[in-house]
Structures are given as C-alpha cells and as structure tokens.
C-alpha cells in the first residue's frame, strides 16, 4: 500500500498521486499515475524540488535536467487542469472498453 505523504502547500496548488485518487475516487489507482507518466501518456505538471523557490519544478525543467521520469519518482505532483485530463481519459477508455473497442 502507499504511504501518505503529509500533503504540501504549492503554488499553484498541486496533488500528490494518492489525492488525485482520492479526488476520482478511486477510478484510478495511485501506481497508475507513475505508470502513465512513465509510457508519456499523461504527465504531471510539477515535480518536487525542495531546493526550487516555490519547491516545485515544471515538467520541461524537471525533464531537462534528470532526462525521463524513474520508477522511483515518486515527486509527481498534479494541477487542476492535470486532474480534468485525468478524468476525460478515464471516460475515454470507459467509452472504449464499453464499446469493445482496442485502447488507441
């Protein structure tokens, strides 16, 4: 199981993979986020950094500098925006699924 990481203030506020489950809950597990951002199919917006002013990096800054996301890169953290997404690709692949189709 996950461990709950005391959740953090950023700006812009942002989420951890466990709340973003949270929030659609349960649609999704919290190790389908990782999974996701590692086949590139939706990415986080924002990595923790503790050493950046507003303690998070965006997604090109954070790619530039440690190349593609690790299995280990448990720092994801998620916008509003990032959660709508989210949720249109979870209807999608419903859709998808209920009409027997192959994932795309």
């Given amino acids: 199981m996950w461990k709950t990481r005391p959740a953090r203030a ?3 506020p942002t989420y951890t993979a466990g709340e973003v489950a949270r929030l659609l809950h349960g649609e999704i597990d919290p190790g389908g986020l990782p999974s996701w ?3 590139g199919l939706l990415r986080p ?3 923790e950094d503790p ?7 965006p997604r ?3 790619d530039a500098g440690r190349g593609r ?3 280990g890169d448990r720092h994801r953290r998620y916008t509003f925006a990032d ?3 989210i949720r ?8 998808l699924v209920s009409r027997h189709r192959r994932s795309p």
Avoid: M, N
């Avoid at 050493?51 to 990096?57: P, T």
């Fill in 69 to 71: 996301p690790s299995r």
């Fill in 60 to 62: 090109a800054e954070h």
């Fill in 51 to 57: 050493s950046a002013d507003s303690g998070l990096v």
């Fill in 37 to 39: 951002d590692r086949k």
């Fill in 10 to 12: 950023t700006q812009p």
């Fill in 83 to 85: 959660i709508v997404w």
């Fill in 88 to 95: 249109f690709f979870l209807q999608v692949r419903r859709e």
């Fill in 45 to 47: 917006s924002y990595y």
